[in-house]
């Protein structure tokens, strides 16, 4: 399985990105796929995951402004952020999990500038 990311940059304060992240290989239908993130120095943290029956998570921090959704059909995530703030800068990652197995992809950077 291979987890390919993207959509990341660099925007101002109270802009928005949207992130995509494909999955291929052999995947079971029944999955979890997520995005978390890693800011400098700091450890990974979950930012939201949806399983593929469309229910969804959030961490506290991103609820009301981030949007995570999927398309079964093509195996993809995204994640849709607004109202971004500094505190957001990070390098986020995808995550697809099934069984007991977890994957990530190569991570793609978002930086905000205040």
């Known amino acids: 399985v291979q987890l390919q990311a993207s959509g990341g940059g660099l925007v101002q304060a109270g802009g928005s990105l949207r992130l995509s992240c494909t999955a291929s290989?052999?995947?079971?239908?029944?999955?979890?796929m997520g995005w978390y993130r890693q800011a400098p120095g700091k450890q990974r943290e979950l930012v939201a995951t949806?399983?593929?029956?469309?229910?969804?998570n959030y961490d506290d921090s991103v609820k009301g402004r981030f949007t995570i959704s999927r398309d079964n059909a093509k195996n993809t995530v995204y994640l849709q952020m607004n109202s971004l703030e500094p505190e957001d800068t990070a390098v986020y990652y995808c995550?697809?999990?099934?069984?007991?197995?977890?994957?990530w992809g190569q991570g793609t950077l978002v930086t905000v500038s205040s």
């Open positions: 290989g052999n995947i079971f239908r029944i999955n979890t």
């Open positions: 949806i399983t593929s029956g469309r229910n969804t």
């Open positions: 995550n697809l999990k099934f069984t007991r197995y977890s994957f």
